[in-house]
């Protein structure tokens, strides 16, 4: 899943993660109040003025942070300040720095000893982001090294397809906004030093992307009812924008013939980076390496697991073929036979279609979840901008706007040889589709971020947590499973297995790459002859763990910790627990880092 929302960045997230979770639920009975002693009622009334001065400094850091971040702005839903194109220069980066510290020192002065349980991680979630952004601009500095984080294409596709105001009005601001983009690519070579190749030859793949953006919206401005002198000064934004765009592209191609034969800074971040990193992304409590150590223990937990579902399934499969003694190769060999049950190339698209009533209509009848069949879900093929770090993902409206389309992206493989297509289609076998679709949509990102925009914390919603959003889409798969879905088949049992080792793999992947220097040929061994991914997978995934630090890490680390939640409150709860509770308490909570919810419910 995709990160919308991020300070001075469009598109993937620096430091917030998209508004995720929460159905407001209320534990209150109807009838005659309990008596309140007297005692009680001081401190009741002094956190209530707390809570009241924090909502109202809460309120006045959001105003203020729309106005210094408009691009975050668009993302969330608030469109006052479409029209302002945020220069990325050393000016911008400045102003940055001076709010993020008059930020942190208003926030110091609310005792968070005096607050509510809701409020206080309210208050966490806010020094987070702020002392999170403070270390992406001063220590990770992210801007110097990655050529693709220069994109301007998301925000003009939000504010030309979201009704938020007339087609001519978006125009308009449009218009305003596109007059920056050679200022914004001027500001963005400037701001480049040393950056990876690897980054450095995204940014150039998605170039044709950011000027199809450019194309779209010149068509629909010269269709439009503006008026003829508007128009023409479109053609001419326009072609100043596309001719920035080229010249951007062609530095960079500059750049990446430099460092063909080396140099260049690498990807990898190594272990103090990655370490910091990863307490401010993913909140766990725990380190990356004891993360690490954790996925080691439950990847030998699943291949046992796998290697009784491999015999059970092995005559079914493989006739009278001789047992190898080697058990990951006799697991493989099972997963291999079975991959070949695929839908065909040009049904990939249309299947995840056909999908997604089945699996809504299947939580609400085996009463898993409350679901809302009024927000729209729209599977598209990704738009070319987005391309080149993942293949599926939910992109949602910000809790500003919770009535927009929900965009299910999935990639298309008629772009694919065949030999590749075969791959990817055995990869995303009839087991695996579900299990994506699960995850990606229903009841995974989807679902969850329709809970997300009913959140009661606006904070929660705004800036919560990678790892309990990616752990409760991998938490749904799981959910799925145990409900029933699937028949309790062998196969989808063996399937769900692989895909539930894939996010163990990516944690140890991801540590091993950035943190332990693992190299390309070592990854791709990993990932195809110990966690059975196929080849296309496997490159694929080797290609997105030199272009992202730390997300890898953020689906088992999130997943783990709610089972472990889940198992916890059925001990506490006993004959009183129920499942339905459980999901919507915990959803009801924002985005919150699964700790903080743990506490929160307890």
């Not at 003025?49 to 809460?58: F, G, I, N, P, V």
């Amino acid at each position: 899943m995709k990160n919308k929302i991020a300070l001075g960045a469009i598109l993937m997230a620096v430091a917030l993660a998209p508004a995720c979770a929460a159905k407001k639920t209320s534990h209150a009975k109807a009838g005659r109040a309990a008596p309140v002693k007297a005692a009680a009622l001081a401190p009741v009334s002094s956190e209530r003025r707390q809570d009241k001065a924090l909502d109202a400094l809460s309120g006045q850091f959001l105003n203020a942070l729309w106005r210094i971040d408009p691009d975050s702005a668009v993302a969330a839903g608030k469109f006052d300040g479409a029209a302002i194109l945020t220069i990325p220069d050393q000016a911008s980066r400045a102003r940055q720095l001076a709010f993020i510290d008059d930020w942190l020192a208003r926030f110091a002065k609310i005792d968070a000893r005096q607050l509510s349980s809701k409020q206080a991680t309210d208050l966490a979630l806010l020094n987070n982001k702020l002392n999170s952004d403070r270390w992406y601009l001063t220590t990770f500095r992210e801007f110097e090294w990655n050529p693709s984080n220069y994109n301007i294409a998301g925000s003009i596709d939000l504010i030309l397809n979201t009704e938020y105001a007339a087609q001519p009005q978006r125009l308009r601001t449009l218009l305003k906004r596109i007059a920056a983009v050679p200022a914004y690519y001027t500001a963005a070579r400037e701001s480049i030093a040393n950056p990876t190749r690897e980054h450095t030859q995204l940014a150039i793949a998605q170039g044709a992307g950011v000027q199809t953006v450019l194309a779209d919206l010149d068509r629909v401005a010269q269709a439009s009812i503006l008026s003829p002198t508007e128009k023409r000064l479109y053609t001419q934004r326009i072609a100043a924008a596309h001719a920035a765009v080229d010249a951007y592209l062609a530095w960079l191609g500059e750049l990446d013939k430099s460092m063909a034969a080396g140099g260049g800074r690498s990807f990898r971040i190594g272990k103090d980076l990655y370490e910091q990193k990863f307490a401010y992304d993913i909140q766990a409590g725990g380190s990356a390496e004891q993360l690490y150590q954790k996925a080691l223990l439950a990847r030998e937990q699943l291949l046992v697991g796998m290697n009784t579902l491999s015999d059970e399934l092995w005559s079914k499969t493989m006739g009278a073929a001789a047992k190898p003694a080697d058990r990951n190769e006799k697991i493989g060999m099972v997963i291999d036979k079975l991959s070949s049950d695929h839908v065909a190339r040009a049904d990939f698209v249309p299947e995840i279609r056909r999908q997604i009533p089945l699996l809504q209509e299947w939580v609400t009848s085996h009463n898993l979840l409350t679901m809302d069949a009024k927000k729209p879900l729209i599977v598209r093929e990704t738009p070319l901008y987005e391309r080149g770090v993942a293949g599926a993902g939910i992109e949602a409206p910000g809790p500003y706007r919770p009535q927009d389309r929900t965009y299910y992206n999935v990639t298309p493989l008629d772009g694919e040889t065949a030999e590749q297509a075969e791959s990817s289609l055995r990869e995303y076998n009839r087991w695996i589709l579900q299990i994506l679709n699960i995850h990606e949509a229903i009841p995974g990102h989807y679902t969850q971020l329709i809970h997300a925009n009913k959140s009661p914390s606006i904070i929660k919603s705004l800036f919560g947590n990678g790892a309990m959003i990616e752990g409760w889409a991998v938490y749904g798969e799981r959910m799925m499973l145990e409900s029933g879905y699937g028949n309790n088949e062998p196969e989808m049992w063996l399937m769900y297995s692989k895909w539930n080792l894939r996010s163990v793999t990516n944690t140890i992947l991801d540590y091993s790459v950035h943190v332990l220097g693992m190299t390309e040929e070592q990854a791709l061994d990993l990932l195809t002859k110990q966690a059975f991914q196929t080849q296309r997978e496997a490159t694929e995934k080797w290609h997105r763990v030199q272009l992202t630090s730390v997300q890898l890490s953020s689906y088992f680390s999130g997943y783990s910790e709610i089972m472990e939640l889940r198992e916890q409150r059925k001990q506490a709860l006993g004959a009183k627990f129920v499942l339905k509770d459980f999901h919507e308490q915990f959803l009801s909570y924002g985005s919150a880092p699964v700790r903080v919810i743990k506490d929160l419910m307890q």
